[in-house]
T-cell receptor, first 116, second 115 residues
Framework: GAVVSQHPSRVICKSGTSVKIECRSL??????MFWYRQFPKKSLMLMAT?????????EQGVEKDKFLINHASLTLSTLTVTSAHPEDSSFYIC????????????FGPGTRLTVL | AQSVSQHNHHVILSEAASLELGCNYS??????LFWYVQYPGQHLQLLLK??????LVKGIKGFEAEFIKSKFSFNLRKPSVQWSDTAEYFC?????????????FGTGTRLQVTL
């Protein structure tokens, strides 16, 4: 159990367009999901905390209008990169915490975004 | 706010050598501790975790870690590494609360195992 999926796994888009990434907890409900960004050969940087039914909490330095997060249900959170630019190219990873479970995050496989 | 330090950035070992990767955290309260592994081109996988109880934690693939509270450390060990252990290793910590709390990751240690 505790499987998290992300879709798409890879996406290439043109500069100026928006891209939506989905994060789903497949076999459990998650009141809290997290979004991370990982640069090549670097560690994970937390972007925001997504709580079901409420606004996301963004980390310092992360533009909330650029990285829109929606957590509409207990199994789905979406990250939309708006007006993407080449510097937004990165590996985006989500994680989910089981509702009522231990404080442990289960990670998705990540989405590789390339902005041309 | 908590922080995590991994002092070894790049470690090169021969097969069968013993491994110890350092991890120290800074936070005055109760924490949960994790080690994750990321194989080349793959996603993050949990190696082991500590929430409470026995400070010596055994994980998958022969890895173990020891939580030493007085030293704020959670070092990862494996008695005999294999070539397939070549990967990036991340230590992470979150605050032990009743609800989900954000993970703070170390900068990672790249392990290269040579034949």
């Amino acid at each position: 159990g505790a499987v998290v999926s992300q879709h798409p796994s890879r996406v290439i888009c043109k500069s100026g367009t928006s891209v939506k990434i989905e994060c789903r907890s497949l076999d459990f409900q998650a009141t809290t999901m997290f979004w991370y960004r990982q640069f090549p050969k670097k560690s994970l940087m937390l972007m925001a905390t997504s709580n079901e039914g409420s606004k996301a909490t963004y980390e310092q330095g992360v533009e909330k209008d650029k990285f829109l997060i929606n957590h509409a249900s207990l199994t789905l959170s979406t990250l939309t990169v708006t007006s993407a630019h080449p510097e937004d190219s990165s590996f985006y990873i989500c994680s989910a915490v089981r509702a009522g479970g231990l404080n442990e995050q289960f990670f998705g496989p990540g989405t590789r975004l390339t902005v041309l | 706010a908590q922080s995590v330090s991994q002092h070894n950035h790049h470690v090169i070992l021969s097969e069968a050598a013993s491994l110890e990767l350092g991890c120290n955290y800074s936070y005055g309260g109760t924490v949960n501790l994790f080690w994750y592994v990321q194989y080349p081109g793959q996603h993050l996988q949990l190696l082991l975790k500590y929430f409470s109880g026995d400070p010596l934690v055994k994980g998958i693939k022969g890895f173990e870690a020891e939580f030493i509270k007085s030293k704020f450390s959670f070092n990862l060990r494996k008695p005999s590494v294999q070539w397939s252990d070549t990967a990036e290793y991340f230590c992470a910590v979150n605050i032990n609360t009743g609800t989900a709390s954000k993970l703070t990751f170390g900068t990672g240690t790249r392990l290269q195992v040579t034949l």
